[in-house]
């Protein structure tokens, strides 16, 4: 199959890179020519562990190409992949589609005499699927398209593995032709196991939102179970495995931490909100869901204050980690935008170590500090904030590693044994333990 990913941002480069790999001709689109040259070069402009590997191998072996022309590389697919950017709009929690439509546009004009399926992987809200349609319909024929949503539930950090074994591939269509044409294109990871369904183009984009809100609720749940455990000196870890056991309930995405961040769910969460504001349906618990999230590093920040016994000026502060989860760079609505600034207003000092480098979101900002390594961030600090899951961090030595009597830790990731803690004489806090 010939294929054309439009957009070379997460979604676009992770598929269209494993597509190649499966053996179909792939070209990712972009109009960032920077971003091109470099894809040329093997460079690639995000962080996701395996992708480079997988981007060089398959440009090397001529099956994934990169180009800044979006005319020639529709002109030679047969299916094209829509994969820009719908952040949400500046003034309100609405999606920003002007990207979709703008390349839907485009894609008009380059539509000629060979039929070519439409794919929106883009995070899209109901609806959006009939205005492409609408739009590519003016001066086209509709024997020449089919337009269909195929949304991506690709984890960051996780992505390729996500790709390969997915739980389940939905394909939005009513048109007969561009189902058969899509399952046969998904063959190779549904002989491995992945389920494929068939629905109408709104239920399979309203699926994505559904399933990042329902994930959303999930995490937002056992993180205020978890605020119930510590006032009953309950271990939240045993209440989601005692609940997780329920096969109706599920045990995954039930560890509790300093609330959901990513590019993903707090985007989602709003925009499902949004839209069914519109159709004049109030989605009650996804706000109370949005709101307790966004509460959430005030609660973190109010028990810094509390181990500090309310005297956190001067006090030197270690944040090991600061994207939102580990395995990514990625600092979208990461608890550390709220959480650094707010200790920093109460007088601490921040020193902060992570795997993926230093941030320009605290570059500004007085009193926070980068360190090259995890020993340099621990020194002489009186607290070390445990921000992200990092295997990097699950084995450090805090005792060898520094000699210091006093170590206090608040692991906002559960990655310690409190009894471990307890015997090297650490003063430990986790959440909801
Ligand atoms: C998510 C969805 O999982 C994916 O299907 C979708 O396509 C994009 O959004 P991602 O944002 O990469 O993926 O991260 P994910 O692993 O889902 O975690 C999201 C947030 O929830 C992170 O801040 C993470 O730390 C937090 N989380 C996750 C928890 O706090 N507890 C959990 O049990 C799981």
């Keep these: 199959m010939k294929l054309c990913f439009i957009g070379t941002g997460y979604v676009g480069l992770v598929s269209g890179a494993c597509f190649a790999d499966l053996g179909n001709d792939v070209v990712c689109v972009d109009k960032d020519l920077n971003k091109i040259e470099n894809l040329k070069k093997g460079i690639s402009p995000i962080y996701e562990p395996g992708l480079e590997e997988l981007v060089k191998k398959n440009y090397r072996n001529g099956r994934l190409k990169f180009s800044t022309n979006l005319k020639d590389s ?13 952040p949400t709009k500046k003034k309100s ?18 539509i000629t005499s060979k039929f070519k399926i439409i794919i929106t992987k883009s995070t899209v809200p109901v609806t959006t699927g009939d205005e492409i349609e609408k739009i590519l319909s003016k001066n086209k024929s509709k024997k020449l398209f089919s337009v269909v949503s195929n949304p991506e539930f ?19 269509t ?19 196991g992945a389920k494929y369904i068939n629905t109408t183009r709104r239920a399979s984009e309203l699926i994505k939102y559904a399933s990042n809100a329902f994930l959303a609720t999930k995490i937002t ?13 309950i271990n939240i870890e045993d209440i989601s495995i005692g609940i997780g056991l329920d096969k109706r309930i599920g045990s995954r995405f039930l560890r509790p931490g300093p609330g ?9 969460t709003k925009s499902i909100v949004k839209t069914a504001d519109k159709f004049k349906i109030n989605l009650s618990l996804v706000k109370s869901v949005i709101k307790s999230n966004q509460k959430r590093s005030l609660l973190l920040i109010n028990k810094v204050n509390e181990i500090f016994r309310g005297k956190i000026k001067n006090k030197n502060i270690c944040f090991l980690g600061v ?7 990625d600092m979208r609505e990461s608890s550390s935008l709220v959480m650094i600034p707010s200790l920093v207003k109460k007088g601490a000092k921040i020193n902060y170590y992570d795997p993926t480098g230093e941030k320009k979101n605290f570059k500004k900002i007085k009193n926070v500090t980068f360190s090259k390594d995890i020993k340099t ?57």
């Design 323 to 329: 994207t939102f989860k580990a395995n990514t760079d």
């Design 221 to 233: 749940f056992i993180n205020e179970i978890a605020n119930l455990c510590e006032k009953t000196n």
């Design 174 to 192: 009513s048109d007969v032709k561009a189902n058969k044409i899509l399952k046969n294109l998904y063959s190779p990871l549904i002989s491995k």
């Design 377 to 433: 961030a621990l020194h002489k600090s009186d607290l070390v904030i445990i921000h992200t899951e990092w295997n990097d961090f699950k084995s450090i030595n805090f005792k060898s590693l520094i000699k210091k009597k006093h170590f206090i830790i608040y692991d906002l990731r559960n990655i310690y044994s409190p009894l471990k803690m307890k015997k090297s004489k650490i003063k430990y806090f986790g959440i909801g333990r």
């Design 74 to 86: 529709v002109a030679i697919s047969n299916i094209i992949f829509i994969c820009v950017g719908t």
């Design 260 to 268: 959901y961040g990513g590019s993903c769910f707090p985007k989602d």
């Design 93 to 110: 929690n609405a999606t920003d589609l002007s990207q979709v439509y703008s390349v839907a546009k485009k894609i008009r004009s380059y």
């Design 154 to 172: 690709l984890r960051e950090g996780e992505a390729i593995r996500d790709f390969i074994y997915p739980d389940r591939i939905v394909i939005g």
